[in-house]
Nanobody
Framework: QVQLVESGGGLVQPGGSLRLSCAASGSVFKFDVYSMGWYRQAPGKQRELVAESPGGNINYAASVKGRFMISRDYAKNEVHLQMNSLEPEDTAVYYC????????????????WGQGTQVTVSL
């Protein structure tokens, strides 16, 4: 299995900033990493993509584009999310995600999720 450990969440005022970090460990080194990214889920809402980085590509949700920045450390299997100009609508549990490919003939893909870190934007 692959374990994802997230950190950096907390309470921040509107307009403030937070930096989320995620490190993959465990059997991750037995796989090829396809992508790492961040998703979020607010109560009563579906989990949605925030930012994803498959290889050299980067995909952002329209609602965060220009405010959030994703970065990866490929050697350490880490991913970070710099969140600026935070709004109350950004309040959610943020989940780190990794997609890995099993080495071998079948090349099966597996997805793993962190346990989530709470981000609350409020006065």
């Amino acid at each position: 299995q692959v374990q994802l450990v997230e950190s950096g969440g907390g309470l921040v005022q509107p307009g403030g900033s937070l930096r989320l970090s995620c490190a993959a460990s465990g059997s991750v080194f037995k796989f090829d990493v396809y992508s790492m990214g961040w998703y979020r889920q607010a109560p009563g809402k579906q989990r949605e993509l925030v930012a994803e980085s498959p290889g050299g590509n980067i995909n952002y949700a329209a609602s965060v584009k220009g405010r959030f920045m994703i970065s990866r450390d490929y050697a350490k299997n880490e991913v970070h999310l710099q969140m600026n100009s935070l709004e109350p609508e950004d309040t959610a549990v943020y989940y780190c995600h990794i997609a890995v490919i099993q080495r071998g003939e079948l090349r099966q893909r597996f997805d793993y999720w962190g346990q989530g870190t709470q981000v609350t934007v409020s006065l």
